[in-house]
């Protein structure tokens, strides 16, 4: 695997990590006392609130579903949408490298 492969793997990894940290410390968080952890997590979610807020998700009576389910939608369906972004941005700028590269090889 070259470094430039790893790099971008690694890269589009970040949003996951970031939503990884954000959930251990969401269940930290009451141990630990941290008082402004949430504005962290709307941060990472507000982007994407007007996509995300529109009640997907069924009223089901079980807390355990209810706690799940806000934490998919306030973390990790936001970072599959980051690092999609991400995806794209890469994909963009291979591609214009890649046209630069062979207007470049066909005029000389």
């Given at each position: 695997?070259?470094?430039?492969?790893?790099?971008?793997?690694?890269?589009?990894?970040?949003?996951?990590?970031?939503?990884?940290?954000?959930?251990?410390?969401?269940?930290?968080?009451?141990?630990?006392?941290?008082?402004?952890?949430?504005?962290y997590v709307?941060?990472?979610?507000?982007?994407?609130?007007?996509?995300?807020?529109?009640?997907?998700?069924?009223?089901?009576?079980?807390?355990?579903?209810?706690?799940?389910?806000?934490?998919?939608?306030?973390?990790?369906?936001?970072?599959?949408?980051?690092?999609g972004i991400?995806?794209?941005?890469?994909?963009?700028?291979?591609?214009?490298?890649?046209?630069?590269?062979?207007?470049?090889?066909?005029?000389?």
């Open positions: 695997m070259a470094i430039g492969t790893f790099a971008r793997r690694l890269f589009l990894s970040v949003p996951f990590g970031i939503a990884a940290v954000l959930n251990v410390f969401m269940i930290v968080a009451p141990l630990l006392r941290i008082q402004r952890l949430e504005a709307f941060l990472f979610f507000a982007p994407w609130a007007w996509l995300l807020d529109q009640g997907w998700l069924p009223e089901i009576g079980s807390r355990w579903f209810e706690v799940v389910a806000v934490y998919i939608v306030l973390l990790w369906i936001p970072a599959a949408l980051y690092s991400l995806w794209l941005v890469l994909r963009a700028f291979s591609f214009s490298a890649g046209r630069a590269k062979r207007s470049d090889s066909s005029v000389g």
